[in-house]
């Protein structure tokens, strides 16, 4: 006898005060069937309280709500919840509000001019440890300039591991230490892997990288984290 194996869904708490954006959003993620909208507030305040009572994977947030906004919101998550995915679903663009949120160690920013797909990709990419960041955001969507496919090609020459040890850096900060603490490996493998970054990525010091944390993780989003396979570990 044949069994219909469940997939697991994400368990999403939504949180925007416009109605129809809610209703949008459940629905364009509802097609999948990847993922379930467990909750709906119209401010952080009542979200804090869904997120006790429902336990959500996820809570995907605008930025200006009334009650409690979203800053207010992903500050409170990141004190009180730090293991849940946040991510920001927002129509600002300005560069300020991504440095503001990446400083809550918020792991998704998207604009709301993304399609249902790039949504959902930037869902799954979270939920797998990932960092997912729109590319609407972008002041030079054509690369002009040149600038971006050269940055691309530096990124593109980094090992996994290396762009595993490049993130835990951008996100986290901290010695080499707290770095192999966290990345569950040895001191010297992260001084080895980061030194590879800096020489690939041309910058002379970690100090130069965390400068520009903002671009290095927007190009680093394009990136997520697959199946290691021989580099399972760092």
């Not at 809610?22 to 509802?30: I, M």
């Not at 595993?164 to 951008?170: H, K, Q, T, V």
């Amino acid at each position: 006898m044949e069994t219909t194996q469940k997939i697991e869904q994400t368990r999403i708490l939504l949180v925007d005060d416009d109605r129809l954006t809610r209703n949008g959003t459940k629905v364009d993620l509802a097609v999948s069937g990847l993922f379930e909208v467990t909750g709906e507030a119209e401010n952080g305040k009542d979200a804090l309280k869904l997120i006790e009572a429902l336990n959500p994977d996820l809570v995907l947030f605008d930025v200006r709500m009334p009650v409690m906004d979203g800053p207010h919101l992903a500050r409170e998550i990141a004190d009180r919840y730090p293991s849940l995915k946040r991510i920001v679903l927002t129509s600002f663009r300005d560069v300020f509000y991504l440095q503001l949120f990446l400083g809550y160690r918020v792991q998704g920013y998207m604009h709301k001019s993304c399609s249902e797909q790039e949504l959902r990709q930037a869902i799954l990419t979270v939920m797998k440890g990932g960092i997912a960041i729109s590319p609407y955001l972008d002041d030079d969507p054509d690369d002009t300039l040149g600038v971006k496919r050269t940055i691309n090609q530096k990124v593109l020459d980094l090992t996994n591991k290396e762009r595993r040890a490049l993130r835990a850096l951008l996100m986290e900060g901290g010695t080499n230490k707290h770095l192999a603490e966290l990345l569950q490996t040895t001191e010297k493998s992260v001084s080895f892997h980061l030194s590879n970054v800096y020489r690939k990525l041309e910058v002379e010091r970690r100090g130069d990288l965390i400068k520009q944390t903002n671009k290095w993780l927007m190009i680093l989003s394009q990136y997520p984290e697959a199946e290691l396979s021989d580099e399972a570990e760092l």
